[in-house]
């Protein structure tokens, strides 16, 4: 499976994990903008990173295919059925 159709099959809080790794935000505020522990946002990322066969979070976002150079207006690639989830 390619990594947009990992993508697809992410869970709907991995998918907000993933946005704001993309958006440049450490674990640390992922945690608060989420309002979850640091611990569970490592998990999240751990989770980011072996289901796209990356080893670096810089890579998570490359690997999703969803950089979006600002010039473009292309959004990032989410799953049809996402709908973000910020506490």
Do not use: F, W
Not at 9 to 18: E, G, I, T, Y
Not at 42 to 51: E, T
């Amino acid at each position: 499976m390619d990594a947009r159709g990992v993508v697809q099959n992410l869970s709907a809080r991995q998918c907000d994990v993933l946005n704001l790794i993309v958006r440049g935000l450490s674990n640390k505020e992922i945690a608060r903008t989420l309002n979850l522990a640091e611990g569970t946002v490592k998990i999240h990322v751990a989770a980011l990173l072996r289901k796209l066969g990356v080893h670096r979070r810089s890579a998570v976002a490359v690997a999703a295919g969803v950089i979006s150079l600002p010039a473009t207006g292309v959004p990032p690639v989410v799953p049809e059925n996402y709908v973000p989830r910020v506490a």
